[in-house]
């Protein structure tokens, strides 16, 4: 059994150590008896005396990183998960995808899962029915596709971009602040902050145009690769 899979490395634990280097370049600045001042009259630093601070923050910041992700930024760009591209695509309202390739996905949804997606005039009547009945449907196929040989890496790069712009909030101010220290004491070390600070203020400026393009990737892919699997794989 694996500890770590490929999605939990490049999609959780890379961002969230590139979205700490500022915070680690910042700390270079504080003196380590300061730190070990911090901890000196408590007991619990004793058991942790000799793990790495750095991992710990890592660590730390992977939970926290990944739930402000899904529950600000996701939640509020797909409404809960209702506009989600996967459902969305699917709705014969929608223009995303063509009508021939809807047709296709939706003829094999009804004969490999005998789910019946609702029709157009009943879509309008009930667009909610309509949306958990796409949800449904989908989730059968996220398993039956499982870590396809595109549908894995559009589903990294989309979770590596939402939890690198759920970063982005830590990110600015120890950046912003890394420049300032930096200014009066290194002028490379400046301009390194200031690119970095630039960067992930970017990342959340853009966030909504970023994770919808890679959420359309990785639902055109999902479906896409549905068409080609057979049923029972």
């Known amino acids: 059994m694996k500890l770590l899979d490929v999605y939990e490395i490049r999609a959780r634990y890379i961002p969230a150590i590139i979205a700490a280097l500022p915070a680690f370049i910042l700390s270079a600045f504080i003196k380590r008896e300061v730190w070990i001042s911090l901890f000196s009259n408590a007991q619990c630093f004793l058991i942790v005396e000799n793990v790495s601070l750095s991992l710990i923050a890592v660590l730390f910041l992977i939970h926290v990183q990944r739930g402000i992700a899904k529950h600000v930024f996701e939640n509020l760009i797909f409404k809960s998960g209702k506009e989600f591209p996967t459902t969305t695509m699917l709705l014969l309202s929608d223009t995303y995808l063509s009508s021939e390739m809807k047709t296709k996905i939706r003829k094999k949804i009804e004969i490999t899962f005998n789910i019946h997606l609702l029709a157009l005039e009943k879509e309008q009547e009930n667009l909610e029915e309509a949306k958990k009945t796409i949800r449904d449907a ?7 596709v499982k870590n396809g040989d595109k549908t894995l890496q559009y589903n990294i790069h989309y979770g590596f971009s939402r939890n690198l712009i759920a970063g982005s909030i830590f990110a600015i101010p ?9 200014g009066i004491h290194n002028q490379a070390g400046f301009y390194i902050s200031l690119i970095m600070a630039a960067f992930f203020f970017l990342a959340l400026i853009f ?3 970023i994770l919808i393009h890679y959420a359309n990737a990785y639902a055109e892919c999902l479906l896409s690769e549905f068409l080609t699997t057979k049923k029972g794989e």
């Open 138 to 144: 989908v989730n059968l196929i996220r398993k039956q």
């Open 174 to 182: 120890a950046s912003v602040l890394s420049a300032v220290l930096f």
């Open 207 to 209: 966030n909504r145009k």
